[in-house]
């Protein structure tokens, strides 16, 4: 892409509307437990804006059994919007995906 296909690209990112993200409602962190864990896990996830969707390249550090909290850039801003934990997979180093629970390996009981 050439530099002025790229700044044309960046200026209509950057004028689009804000993501869509979750309502407090629908989050309820009063009934719904949040996990956060440091280094942020790498993730694809699906973004709703005014009209359109788009799959970002984003991570994550917070989460619960309904919903993610991902971060992405986007035409050289940092965002952040909590989505539908069904709208995020974890990206691998393969370029694979996986749900975000597949994190860590299953520990097996000692019995």
């Given at each position: 892409m050439d530099q002025k296909a790229?700044?044309?690209l960046?200026?209509?990112y950057a004028r689009r509307a804000e993501p869509?993200?979750?309502?407090?409602?629908?989050?309820d962190f009063d009934h719904t437990p949040v996990t956060t864990s440091l280094p942020a896990i790498p993730v694809w996830a699906w973004i709703r804006f005014p009209g359109c969707a788009e799959l970002v390249k984003g991570e994550t550090c917070t989460w619960s059994a309904k919903a993610v909290q991902v971060l992405w850039e986007d035409a050289g801003i940092r965002r952040s919007t909590w989505v539908w934990a069904s709208a995020v997979?974890?990206?691998?180093?393969?370029?694979?995906?996986?749900s975000l629970g597949?994190?860590?390996p299953a520990r097996k009981s000692k019995n």
């Open positions: 790229a700044g044309r960046a200026a209509r869509i993200g979750l309502t407090p409602e629908e989050l997979s974890r990206r691998s180093a393969e370029g694979g995906r996986s597949d994190r860590t």
